[in-house]
């Protein structure tokens, strides 16, 4: 361990009219108030149905889109939130409404690289093309017709701000 300067050294430099500032930044995260945080995500539920289209705009009117489900962990996150809100039926960011029974996150249009159907889904083809989580499944996923009115699921990134410390 060594010391830049000895109190002796440092008392001789204050004397002499020299001052030492150090600064740094600290950078935080956080969701705004309402908002959810998972690993690097806020989460937020809307609070009446909307059909999927008009729950994707709900979403960016927050900066926000549905949510995309890409990992096991994120769901099983998804699943205890929802649970805790006791909502029964809400819109995730999945649908197969370019290429019947090939699911692309919304509004992104990139393959799914996760699914989790609940058993004997998807299950209404041509009809059904948005997914939603429903309690009755166990907050598993199920494809409906992008028309019905369910709660929106918004995500977005962590908002970020940093703060300068001068001391």
Request: glycine share 6%; proline share 5%.
């Amino acid at each position: 361990m060594f010391k830049l300067f000895s109190n002796t050294n440092m008392f001789k430099l204050i004397q002499s009219g020299i001052i030492l500032v150090l600064g740094f930044d600290v950078v935080y995260s956080c969701c705004p108030n309402g908002w959810v945080t998972f690993e690097n995500s806020c989460y937020f539920s809307g609070h009446e149905g909307l059909s999927f289209q008009e729950a994707g705009r709900y979403c960016e009117h927050f900066k926000a889109y549905l949510v995309n489900i890409e990992t096991p962990v994120e769901n099983i996150f998804i699943k205890s939130y929802l649970a805790d809100l006791k909502e029964p039926k809400h819109w995730i960011g999945l649908t197969d409404i370019t290429i019947e029974g090939i699911w692309n996150y919304y509004p992104s249009e990139k393959a799914a690289t996760y699914l989790n159907w609940s058993p004997g889904q998807p299950d209404e083809h041509k009809r059904a093309n948005c997914a939603a989580v429903w309690e009755s499944y166990s907050y598993n996923w199920v494809d409906q017709p992008c028309t019905e009115h369910f709660r929106p699921l918004c995500e977005k990134p962590l908002e970020s701000e940093t703060t300068n410390i001068v001391g």
